[in-house]
Nanobody, 119 residues
Framework: QVQLVESGGGLVQTGGSLRLSCAASGRTVNMNAMGWFRQAPGKEREFVAAIPWSGSSTYYADSVKGRFTISKDNAQNTVYLQMNNLKPEDTALYYC????????????WGQGTRVTVSS
């Protein structure tokens, strides 16, 4: 099992920035990748960004490319999401997730941190 705790959400004006953090604990040795997802009110959860636990490749949804940056600190078992130039459509509950080795899916999820962007 892997436990995830997100932090860093809040209220920000359009054009502002926030940095989300996600700390992992438990069976972190078997993590293949970590990712961020979000769910806006009345919408389905969607992929935002992901990063492999080994290596430096990063992956982004088209809607956030050029504005969001995912990064990690392996020593601290923490992944970050730097969000710049925020827009009202970025308003959502942001979840951190872990993809364990060999599953090809994100099996472990945090409770989420809320981001609200005012216009």
């Amino acid at each position: 099992q892997v436990q995830l705790v997100e932090s860093g959400g809040g209220l920000v004006q359009t054009g502002g920035s926030l940095r989300l953090s996600c700390a992992a604990s438990g069976r972190t040795v078997n993590m293949n990748a970590m990712g961020w997802f979000r769910q806006a009110p009345g919408k389905e959860r969607e992929f935002v960004a992901a990063i492999p636990w080994s290596g430096s490749s990063t992956y982004y949804a088209d809607s956030v490319k050029g504005r969001f940056t995912i990064s990690k600190d392996n020593a601290q078992n923490t992944v970050y999401l730097q969000m710049n130039n925020l827009k009202p459509e970025d308003t959502a509950l942001y979840y951190c997730a872990v993809q364990p080795d060999g599953t090809g899916r994100f099996d472990y999820w945090g409770q989420g941190t809320r981001v609200t962007v005012s216009s």
